[in-house]
Every structure is written in structure tokens, then in C-alpha cells.
């Protein structure tokens, strides 16, 4: 059993920065690989960026290419997503979740079997 618990969600100015972060419980942290994902009111969760068990491989959602950077740090069992030049686009609940899949890191839902409660994101304007 992995628990997630996200913080560093907050209101930001259209234009700044925000640093996520997923804190796991358990031992074996170091073998999952890790998601985020995030859904706006009145939409589907969808996939921002992934991250396998080394760190080795990431990849990002369209949306947030070039401006989102995962990262993990397996002695502190933490996830984190580094968040820059955020849009009107970007409010949302984010959450981490993390996958016991082996392999590439996916980007849908059903492939992630445990997730955190989220932390909110706003942006102003």
C-alpha cells in the first residue's frame, strides 16, 4: 500500500511559478513510476507528466511541454512538478499517483494504482 499526499498547490499570478510536491509513503517508492495528472471543474482528469522509477524517462503532456518539469528524489520518497509561465489554462485540482506497472510510464488513469487527495492551483490574472 502506497499513500500520496500533494502540497505546494496555491493562487499564482498568470506568468509565475509553483513547485508540487508528492510525498509517498512505504519502502518501495523507488520502484514505482510516478504521474500527475489534474482536472479543472467540470472536465476529465487528464495527464500532465510522468516520470519512471530512475528518473530516467519523462515525458509531458502537449499542454504543458516546455513550461512543466518532474522530478524525483527517492532518498526523500518525493515526486515534485516544477510549474512556470502558468495560464488561465492551468487551474486545476493536481494530483500525483503512482504506478507498480513495469516499463514506460503511462498516461491514463487505469494504469496508475494508487493517488493522492490533490492540492488545488489557481491563477489569476
Known amino acids: 500500500q502506497v499513500q500520496l499526499v500533494e502540497s505546494g498547490g496555491g493562487l499564482v499570478q498568470a506568468g509565475g511559478s509553483l513547485r508540487l510536491s508528492c510525498a509517498a509513503s512505504?519502502?518501495?517508492?523507488?520502484?514505482?513510476?510516478m504521474g500527475w495528472f489534474r482536472q479543472a471543474p467540470g472536465k476529465e482528469r487528464e495527464f500532465v507528466a510522468a516520470?519512471?522509477?530512475?528518473?530516467?524517462?519523462?515525458y509531458y503532456a502537449d499542454s504543458v511541454k516546455g513550461r512543466v518539469t518532474i522530478s524525483r528524489d527517492n532518498v526523500k520518497n518525493t515526486v515534485y512538478l516544477q510549474m512556470n509561465s502558468l495560464k488561465p489554462a492551468d487551474p486545476a485540482v493536481y494530483y500525483c499517483a503512482a504506478s507498480v506497472r513495469p516499463g514506460v510510464p503511462g498516461r491514463r488513469l487505469y494504469e496508475y494504482d494508487y493517488w493522492g487527495q490533490g492540492t488545488q492551483v489557481t491563477v489569476s490574472s
Open positions: 512505504g519502502r518501495t517508492f523507488s520502484s514505482y513510476a
Open positions: 516520470i519512471s522509477w530512475s528518473g530516467g524517462y519523462v
